[in-house]
């Protein structure tokens, strides 16, 4: 399986999948670490990537989302952002709806 295809495997069999910078024990960089403290806050269970452990990831995630930064969230195959994006949701109390949303339909 090429990496397109793992990736797009990933994405539909978590409804909730995280592309970051290390793991949510311990991110390897600031961006990574907000995006996994607004999911936490959430109580979100989530599926995530470590992509510097993963580089074939991470040189071709940004080609098939049209984002070029990590961390990338996806909510039921649907690219939602990166950090900034997911804490603006979070702090509106949008990315409770989404996440909420999910939970109801699994």
Not at 33 to 55: M, S, T
Not at 72 to 94: A, C, K, P
């Amino acid at each position: 399986m090429d990496t397109l295809e793992r990736i797009k495997q990933q994405i539909a069999e978590h409804p909730i999948i995280l592309y970051m910078k290390g793991s949510p024990d311990m991110p390897q960089c600031g961006f990574s670490a907000r995006a996994v403290q607004a999911l936490e806050q959430c109580d979100a269970k989530f599926a995530y990537v470590d992509i510097l452990a993963n580089p074939d990831i991470r040189q071709t995630l940004p080609h098939y989302a049209d984002w070029p930064t990590f961390p990338q969230l996806y909510i039921q195959g649907e690219l939602i952002g990166g950090s900034d994006i997911i804490v603006e949701l979070f702090e509106s109390g949008e990315l409770q709806k989404m996440l909420a949303q999910v939970v109801t339909k699994q």
